[in-house]
Every structure is written in C-alpha cells, then in structure tokens.
C-alpha cells in the first residue's frame, strides 16, 4: 500500500545522505536519485520525480544504460503530463543509448520503436507513427520469444488505432 512506498521513499532518502555525507558519488547516487524518481512518479508528483531523474542524470557519467534508463524514465513522466515532445525528445536519447548496448533486432529495441510509434501518435504525426510502428512489427515478428508477442499484440493494436485516426477526419 501507500505506507509501503512512503516507507520506501523515507529509506532512499536517508540513504541518499548517507551517501552524501560519505562523499560517494556516482553509480550510488544515480541510482537513488533514479529511484527516488520513481517513488515520486508513482505518487504523482511529477516534478519531483522530473527533478531526481535530472539529478540522476546527471550523475550517470557517460554509462550508456544509466542514461537510457533516466531518459525512459523522463519520457514516461513527459507522457503522463502530456508533454509529448518532450517524451519524444528523451525517448529518442533512450533509444540511441540502448542501441550502443543491445542488438538492434532484440524485443527490447522493438518496444522502443513502439514506444516512438505511440509519441508520434500522441502529436498526431501519423505518418511517422506508421515508420516507427513498422519498425517495432519487423523486429517483432522476427523474435519468437513471448515478451516479443506480448509486444506484436500492441503493435497491431497501435497501427489499428493510427489508421482509424487517418481515416476520420478531423
């Protein structure tokens, strides 16, 4: 329940001093701030968790998966704000890190695609929707894993919804 989170969030941050007052900086601070990011996101206060995962950020020191993750992390509160070129801005430097880490034909690379698919959608940029939605089908269809279809599911749903929105005019 709430009690736990608040109990969770209490603990981050006294850890945090912790840290602080040990003058260990780096991975243990991008990661508290990461997460104190989270606790504040899952409480709605949005600012906040936009705040730690700056801070996270910036303590990420060039570390590829750290920057992709605070990145998705900022493009998940930009949509719940619908401040959708801003998700689409973060959500693109997520991507860019994940493709320095992972195979591009991997499931995770195609839910990022979808997740671009479904911000172009949000901006109503319906063509570049159908792009990045197409890309995620490729690689999806290409991956037999179950996370894979899990994922097509949602592919064919957000091309479904994109072509309903082309065809109904505004």
């Not at 508290?32 to 020191?61: H, P, Q, S, V, W």
């Amino acid at each position: 329940g709430l009690g736990s989170l608040k109990e969770s969030k209490d603990t981050f941050l006294r850890a945090l001093e912790r840290v602080k007052s040990n003058n260990r900086l780096g991975f243990y601070n991008q990661f508290l701030y990461n997460n104190l990011g989270i606790m504040f996101k899952d409480e709605g206060d949005f600012y906040k968790a936009e705040t730690y995962y700056f801070k996270a950020l910036n303590e990420a020191n060039n570390n590829d998966r750290a920057i992709a993750i605070c990145q998705n992390n900022l493009m998940e509160v930009y949509l719940l704000t619908e401040q959708y070129d801003k998700a689409l801005v973060s959500h693109k430097k997520s991507l860019d890190h994940w493709l320095k880490l992972k195979d591009p034909n991997s499931a995770e690379i195609g839910k990022s695609y979808l997740n671009l698919a479904q911000i172009y959608e949000k901006l109503k940029d319906f063509d570049r929707a159908l792009i990045e939605n197409a890309k995620a089908k490729r690689i999806l269809l290409s991956d037999k894993s179950d996370n894979a279809r899990l994922l097509l599911a949602r592919v064919f749903t957000t091309e479904g919804r994109i072509y309903g929105a082309i065809s109904i005019p505004d």
